[in-house]
Each structure stands twice: as structure tokens, then as C-alpha cells.
């Protein structure tokens, strides 16, 4: 089954002086049954553009965040899906800003 995307937000990045990340985060919170897998094992596609996830962690009761850092920043309202390992995509949601 796919995994069920909860919410997709985009963080400006901190701190200019950090070259990895410099565009912001994308952090995206889903679930899925799965007890384990690593960051390589979630792929997101970003308004087409297939990305693997740089961190993954278990947030308990099967709710996951995969966090992905970006080289320039993403505009609100774009699309993002989710999968785990070579399983069915999530349905799209759209990227929403930090507040």
C-alpha cells in the first residue's frame, strides 16, 4: 500500500553560511506500517523532480518525517508525493511555507 502523506512543509534555511541546505528544508510527515527502513529507502517527487530523503525518523504509532535539504527554496502550493522503496506513490500534497 501507499504511504499516507499527512503534510509537507518548506523552512527557509537558518543560517547562509552552511553550503548543504542553503535553499531550505522539506519536511514531510507521512505514515506506513513499515517498522524500519533507512532515508534512502523514501523518495519524493518535488514538482517532478525525483529526490531521496536525507533523514527519516520514527515518530511513533507508525507516523514518519523524512526531511530533505534543498539547494534553492520551493514555492508554496507545489506538489509533492512520497514512496517507500520501489511501492506505489502517496497522493500529492501541496507544499505549504513554515510559519
Same mark, same amino acid.
Not at 2 to 23: K, N, Q
Not at 31 to 42: I, K, L, P
Not at 43 to 68: F, P, Y
Given at each position: ?13 537558518? @543560517?547562509?553560511?552552511?553550503?548543504? +541546505? ?15 527502513? +533507512?532515508?534512502? @529507502? ?19 504509532? +507508525? ?23 520501489? +511501492? ?12
Amino acid at each position: 500500500a501507499a504511504p499516507e502523506l499527512c503534510g509537507v512543509e518548506f523552512a527557509p534555511a537558518g @543560517d547562509s553560511r552552511i553550503a548543504i +541546505g542553503r535553499g531550505g528544508s522539506l519536511v514531510c510527515w507521512f505514515r506506513s506500517g513499515a517498522e524500519t527502513f +533507512g532515508a534512502t @529507502d523514501v523518495s519524493l517527487d518535488v514538482s517532478g523532480e525525483i529526490r531521496q530523503s536525507h533523514t527519516i525518523s520514527s515518530l511513533g504509532e +507508525g507516523v514518519w518525517q523524512a526531511n530533505l535539504l534543498l539547494d534553492e527554496a520551493i514555492q508554496e502550493g507545489k506538489p509533492v508525493r512520497l514512496r517507500l522503496g520501489s +511501492g506505489l506513490w502517496s497522493e500529492a500534497l501541496p507544499v505549504r511555507q513554515k510559519t
